[in-house]
């Protein structure tokens, strides 16, 4: 059975900027009964994992061990990616989270993968790219890595200009929940029309 979402919000941003953060903070406001986060690295990241006898739980998280294996993920993940630009974007929809009216998509790192939202719910889905200074991503961990941050896996999005939404990710939460508003009330406004 094919789940057609309310409302699909397509998040975008580099490394250490909070897209998991704000994931998380969606889900929360509009519940974990109504509103999946779902991840595109995940079924690339078990894809991977199987094909190369790794602990999958170790690749899901933020350890150590997911950065010594990035780099060659990132060029398996491009090499799916060349045979087929929708593959992860089918993948990561297709699971039982997928049946809960809002998705929000936490990890969007090219413009192939904008499309396929849009392709696919071109009513339903909206795009913000959230962005924070060099200073705060270090402080929240960020060293470059050549071959990773340079990568497209990390630039790809870097000239897109059509976000729907876009913030930056610098201040406290409160500030954060604000600048969050209206990307909730356009969702809150995607669920009214779904009911009608």
Same mark, same amino acid.
């Given at each position: 059975?094919?789940?057609?979402?309310?409302?699909?919000?397509?998040?975008?941003?580099?490394?250490?900027?909070?897209?998991?953060?704000?994931?998380?903070?969606?889900?929360?406001?509009? %519940?974990?009964?109504?509103?999946?986060?779902?991840?595109? %690295?995940?079924?690339?990241?078990?894809?991977?994992?199987?094909?190369?006898?790794?602990?999958?739980?170790?690749?899901?998280?933020?350890?150590?061990?997911?950065?010594?294996?990035?780099?060659?993920?990132?060029?398996?993940?491009?090499?799916?990616?060349?045979?087929?630009?929708?593959?992860?974007?089918?993948?990561?929809?297709?699971?039982?989270?997928?049946?809960?009216?809002?998705?929000?998509?936490?990890?969007?790192?090219?413009?192939?993968?904008?499309?396929?939202?849009?392709?696919?719910?071109?009513?339903?889905?909206?795009?913000?790219?959230?962005?924070?200074?060099?200073?705060?991503?270090?402080?929240?961990?960020?060293?470059?890595?050549?071959?990773?941050?340079?990568?497209?896996?990390?630039?790809?999005?870097?000239?897109?200009?059509?976000?729907?939404?876009?913030?930056?990710?610098?201040?406290?939460?409160?500030?954060?929940?604000?600048?969050?508003?209206?990307?909730?009330?356009?969702?809150?406004?995607?669920?009214?029309?779904?009911?009608?």
């Amino acid at each position: 059975m094919v789940t057609i979402p309310s409302a699909v919000v397509v998040i975008s941003g580099k490394r250490k900027t909070g897209k998991d953060y704000v994931a998380n903070l969606l889900q929360e406001r509009f %519940s974990t009964e109504l509103c999946a986060v779902l991840r595109l %690295s995940g079924p690339l990241k078990s894809q991977y994992a199987k094909e190369n006898g790794l602990d999958i739980a170790k690749l899901l998280d933020s350890s150590q061990y997911k950065e010594t294996y990035r780099k060659d993920m990132i060029q398996w993940g491009e090499e799916k990616r060349n045979e087929n630009p929708e593959y992860f974007c089918k993948l990561a929809t297709s699971g039982a989270e997928s049946e809960r009216d809002i998705w929000i998509i936490s990890d969007s790192r090219r413009t192939t993968d904008i499309e396929y939202f849009l392709k696919y719910y071109p009513k339903k889905t909206l795009t913000l790219r959230i962005e924070a200074s060099q200073d705060v991503r270090e402080e929240r961990g960020f060293v470059f890595k050549p071959g990773v941050d340079d990568a497209e896996s990390e630039c790809g999005l870097d000239s897109y200009t059509d976000w729907d939404y876009m913030i930056i990710n610098n201040e406290s939460s409160d500030k954060l929940g604000q600048e969050l508003q209206p990307l909730i009330q356009d969702v809150n406004k995607l669920l009214q029309l779904s009911k009608n």
